[in-house]
């Protein structure tokens, strides 16, 4: 037990290298663009301003951005979509895996829930003990159920999903703006340090290795950005795009997708002022998708939302009262 608990303390720490690092980067070239290159280098004070005044709104909506992403926690399902301890008892008693199955349907009939297994059952995950909803995928690093999981990114040592998918994008293209405005306006300056028009010193050296990185860093970043851009336009996550969501008539890669501008709402929500600054402004609360074969209004369940709503709380509460503070535990 306590090598367990160690191993996962030195997880947890080692986790956060990839975000140092990304950090290291950045105040390096903070420092590298404020003090090397406009207070150095430059000898125009109008530009000086002006370089200085457009990147450090560059750099604020980097770090805004990223930041969120890093500390926004993944989205989990409810209590809506957790077992009772009747329905835990009875799933657990029972060994027969087509009356476990059947089980399970009898409790996501109250849910809206489209998705399958491969199999054909519930999606169930064994660990969280909830019913999966659309979408959501269970996290082996974050160890719980995560609202239309994306993945798993290192870089901000996070779950990308649901609650912070929105601000990804916006760290990804804020990311790309920030290179993209670093390697045009050192250019300049980087070959007349080339050719040898400026005189050495420790500026050359930061102003050299500040066009090669932020190159390096915008090719990278275009390809990941240009990958999620399409992946919004056709409201998948990077897991549906490898494997297809399977529902009730087989997998379909476009079950989601309701046409680019409703996708895109989807994330970025309607207002289009605030599509740009990382506020959440995602639609819906992760639980439930509109599906491009199925209306909603043709949708008893979830043309009277509101009656769902009612239901799910008097059955959470009940659920609750009589729930034991027991673990129960399952194998897969």
């Known amino acids: 037990m306590a090598l367990s608990r160690a191993l996962r ?27 090397e290159l406009c207070f150095v280098t430059l000898s125009n004070h109008l530009e000086r301003v002006a370089y200085l005044l457009i990147f450090h709104v560059c750099f604020i909506m980097f770090c805004w951005t990223y930041w969120k992403a ?24 029972e060994e027969r895996p087509d009356v476990q199955k059947q089980i399970l349907a009898d409790i996501a009939k109250k849910l ?13 995950c064994d660990r969280c003990q909830v019913l999966k909803p659309d979408r959501c995928h269970h996290c082996s690093v974050c160890e719980t159920c995560v609202l239309k999981m994306d993945h798993h990114c290192p870089w ?3 779950c990308v999903g649901f609650s912070n998918y929105k601000f990804f994008l916006l760290f990804l293209s804020y990311s790309m703006i920030y290179c993209v405005f670093i390697a045009s306006t050192v250019f300049q300056y980087f070959l007349k340090f080339w050719v040898g ?33 399409w992946l919004v336009a056709k ?32 994330v970025f929500g309607e207002d289009k002022k605030l ?34 709503m009612e239901d799910g709380g008097s059955d959470e509460e009940s659920a609750d009262e009589n729930e034991p503070s027991v673990i129960i535990r399952t194998e897969s």
């Open 275 to 308: 599509w740009f600054i990382p506020v959440f402004t995602s639609q819906g609360d992760g639980h439930y998708f509109p599906l491009r074969t199925l209306r909603e209004s043709e949708n008893p369940l979830l043309a009277n939302e509101e009656k769902w």
């Open 9 to 35: 303390c030195c997880q947890r720490i080692f986790s956060w290298i990839p975000v140092i690092i990304i950090s290291s980067v950045v105040l390096w070239s903070y420092y590298a663009y404020v003090f």
């Open 112 to 124: 809206p829930i489209f998705t399958r297994a491969q199999s054909g059952a519930i999606r169930f």
């Open 197 to 229: 028009d400026l005189p050495n010193g420790s500026a050359k050296f930061h102003v050299l290795f500040l066009l090669f990185v932020a190159l390096m860093f915008f090719v990278s970043l275009m390809f990941l950005f240009g990958y999620h851009c």
């Open 156 to 158: 901000v040592n996070n």
């Open 235 to 266: 409201n998948r996550s990077t897991l549906e795009a490898f494997s297809a969501p399977v529902f009730q008539n087989g997998p379909d890669r476009n079950g989601f997708n309701v046409g680019l501008s409703k996708n895109l709402q989807q």
């Open 70 to 93: 890093i500390f926004t926690p993944p989205s989990t399902p409810s209590k809506k979509f957790q077992l009772s301890y009747t329905d835990k008892e009875r799933y657990e008693m």
